[in-house]
């Protein structure tokens, strides 16, 4: 199950859970388009970012969230590459706990982020969930490594 939370500006969490939560009230819109938008990708059909994304966060915490944001489906990128998107390259590890306290999952995607070595690193919501993604990812939208040119 995924529980999906924001309000009428936009989505400020994304978690997976293990018991399905009643709603409360009709569906903002906001929220209805992040719902839409995740059938669209679990069923392989598309990968869209819904409008209103809320990440809540320190302004590095966001700057890596927004790195994030331009890695494409299927794609993998390393944790140092990111910090070094960001500005910061020695800051591999402040990365890292960036990209482990993002908030809204599968859209701003940190599971795309591997370890330097090809190995999976980690997940908040575990590695068999990261590899899966991946693997859903490598079957509908291809795989490639990110190799985006510095600006």
Known sequence: MIRVTGDEKGITSLDFVRKKKEARGALKPSLSECV????DFFAGRAFRIPKGLRPEGTPF?????????????GTTVSYGEIAARVGRPKAVRATAQAIGRNKIAIFIPCHRVIENTGKLGGFAYGLKRKAWLLSHEKKFFGFRRFRKPLS
């Open 61 to 73: 915490q966001k700057k890596v969230w927004k790195v994030l944001l331009s890695v494409p489906p």
């Open 36 to 39: 839409s938008a995740l059938e």
